[in-house]
Every structure is written in C-alpha cells, then in structure tokens.
C-alpha cells in the first residue's frame, strides 16, 4: 500500500515537472510584491510589455519565447513579468516610462531601477543578446530623474493618450503649450513624460533641444535620443510635405548641432529621402553617390531598397543607369535573390534588355534554390521577351 502511495507520489511529481519544464517563470504580481522578490533573490527584474493586439508579441510568444536557451537565462538570472501595458500596473508603468511601442522588453536592476530597455521582434539568438546586455552595467543608463513612485498624478491629457487602443487621444499642441506655459519645473518627470510623449510647438522643441544633455542624465542618454529622432523626422516631413530646400537645410544644421552618432550618415540619410520624396532625381543620385562612397557597399539592403525605389518611380535614364552601376558593385559580392531581382528589373528600364534577361534568369534560378517567392522576377522575364 505505502509503495503504490510512493508510487503514484512519484508520478504527480513527475507530470508536474513535465509540465513546468520548457516555460518561463512569470511572476505576474503586483509591482510591489515584484520589487521585493527582486530584491530578496538579488535579481534583475524583466518585464516582457505587451497589449492584447500586438501581432509581433505573439509571435514573440510562440517563437523566441519558447527557446530553451532563452527560457534558461530568463530564469537564472531575472524575475520575469508579462505585463499588459493598457491596464491596471501596467499602464502606470507606460505612461511612466513612456511605452509607446510593442513588444517593449523593460529591464529593472535588484533594487527596482529602470535601466535598460529593448524594443520590437527579435529572434532567439539577437533577444539573447540583449538579455545579457541587460545585465552589463556599462550598457545600462542612468535615469535618476524618474522617481520610484508608479502612480503618477499625470494631468487627464496625458492619460488619455495612453487609453486602450482605439480609445487613445492626442492633444493638440496648443493644449500641451497652454499646459507647459503654466508650469516651473520643465525638467520634473511629469513635465518630461509630456515633452517626450508629444509633437511640440517650436518654443518647447527648442528648449528640449537647448537642454538635451539635461534631460540626459535625469531620463536616461537612449531615452532623449529616442525623442531627438522624432523631432528630427519630423522636420524631414515638414521639408518634404512643403517641398521645402530650405527646410532641409535647417534640418541638417540641427542634425549637425545636436546629434552626436555618426551625424553625417544621418545627413546623408535625410538629403536621400527628402529628395526622393520630392522626385529630385539627379540630385537624389548625387545624395546616392555620396553615400555609396562612404558606406563602403557596407549597408547594400538600404541601397537596393533606394535602387528599387528608382526603379518604380524614376524615368531619368542617366539616374537608371547609375543605379544599374551601383547594383552591379553590390552584385559581385552578395547575390542574393532580392539584388539580382532589382539588378535585373533597372537594367531592363535603363533599356539593356540583353543583359536584363541574362540577369533575370539568375535571380529566378538562385532565389527558387532559396525558396523566395520570384513570380514577379518571372513576369518581368516574360515581359523582356516580349520586347525582343
């Protein structure tokens, strides 16, 4: 009788193990009682932010979450919490920290500090990497300005910006300036959390701009950075919806004063886009030129998709053929099927039809053995054809 106990003992415990093998551990609390788990284990704390309509979360989910190795170092060395950032905590938390975007992955150290956060879908090997860069302190930033308080008496327009998905609403930028005009303290975490969060009036985007490396060291170095990038894009459509050269050249003395990673790439990246955008071809093709010298034929993806973009939308025929130039280079080196497509397809609008078969059979040919879909490079083959 006690053995058959044993016995059946054995195979609870047993199913029970199968059952918890292969998951990660989520410790769904509340804040406070994972704050204190944290901190009594001595571990980071990482919150997997998500919302209920967020397709590449569930991707997420069903893919680099269920890898073993992921689920491994998510176990060893976090607490772990999947949090639905629309409600209860979890909204606290984004409209705290200011989670726009999903999935968002927050990184917490032992005593509840934000330092770290990644951002999108990453397969198993690349979110690995930015687990361990979690845990490297010298990877982290400084964030002293956000208090340990979650529940933040944010005024009502901010709230609703942070409302469930459909039920979210923007203020204008009057209703923000009317706002700040009445406040002392532009650098409280409350007045931060606006002036990050929202499209400004050039009053408030300047004084964000003039006190960039304040904001810095109270809100964290990759947080205002994230900001700046806004401004700066959105600059680059005010340029491109009013046509405006003079507009660009603003943004790229801004570019010059304020950003400090690599500002002329930037540069280049916006003389590129606002061109195209405005169908300054031969100008765009000076921009193209430019940065295909710099770069080194290093970023080719960013370049084939310029390339394509000639290739449906630009009738220059000097422009075609120097992209056909370009394709040519990037092609000796990496022939995938995506660059042997457009390779293919600009050298037949360029008018080398010759060459543009020859090239197109190849794209079919490597992109089939690849399993790349290439119906479109096969109705360009028989198009060439055609016009034999």
């Known amino acids: 009788m006690i053995k058959s106990i044993i016995a059946i003992l054995g195979s609870i415990f047993l199913w029970v193990n199968i059952c918890l093998a292969g998951e990660i551990n989520y410790y769904n609390k ?3 009682a994972i704050k204190e788990k944290a901190k009594k284990e001595h571990k980071y704390i990482f919150i997997d932010a998500y919302t209920s309509w967020c397709g590449w979360c569930k991707v997420m989910d069903k893919e680099t979450m269920k890898d073993n190795k992921v689920i491994d170092f998510l176990n060893n060395n976090f607490v772990s919490v999947k949090m ?3 409600h209860g905590e979890g909204n606290l938390l984004s409209m705290k920290y200011h989670i726009m975007g999903y999935p968002t992955f927050m990184f917490f150290n032992p005593d509840g500090i934000y330092v770290y ?3 999108g879908y990453q397969n198993a090997e690349d979110f690995l990497k930015e687990l361990t860069n979690a845990l490297d302190k010298s990877k982290q930033f400084v964030a002293s300005g956000f208090s340990n308080d979650i529940n933040i008496d944010f005024p009502e327009f901010y709230k609703k910006a942070y409302a469930e998905n459909g039920k979210r609403e923007v203020p204008k930028p009057e209703v923000i300036s009317s706002y700040l005009d009445g406040q002392k303290d532009l650098f409280s975490e409350i007045n931060w959390g606006i002036l990050s969060r929202f499209d400004l009036k050039d009053k408030y985007t300047g004084f964000f701009l003039d006190h960039l490396d304040n904001y810095a060291n109270l809100y ?17 459509q005010e340029a491109i919806k009013e046509k405006s050269d003079t507009k660009l050249s603003d ?17 280049i990246y916006y003389r590129i886009t606002y061109l195209g955008e405005t169908k300054q071809w031969s100008k765009q093709a000076e921009a193209i030129e430019d940065f295909v010298t710099k770069s080194n034929n290093k970023n080719v993806s960013f370049l084939n998709g310029l390339c394509w973009n000639l290739y449906e939308q630009c009738d220059n025929s000097a422009v075609l053929k120097q992209a056909c130039t370009w394709m040519a280079n990037v ?4 022939q995938d099927y ?12 360029s008018g080398n039809k010759k060459d543009a078969e020859i090239w197109a059979n190849k794209a079919i040919d490597i992109g089939t053995k690849a399993g790349e879909k290439v119906d479109s490079t096969r109705l360009l083959l028989e198009k060439i054809r055609q016009e034999k």
């Open 84 to 86: 639905d950032m629309e």
């Open 331 to 334: 092609i000796k080196s990496n």
């Open 117 to 119: 956060k990644s951002m």
């Open 338 to 349: 995506a660059y042997l497509d457009t390779y293919a397809a600009l050298l037949y609008k």
């Open 30 to 32: 509340s804040w406070s």
């Open 220 to 236: 964290g170095r990759d947080n205002v950075e994230g900001k700046l990038k806004f401004v700066l894009n959105t600059k680059l």
């Open 251 to 267: 943004l790229l003395n801004l570019t010059d004063k304020y950003v400090k990673d690599d500002p002329e790439g930037k540069k």
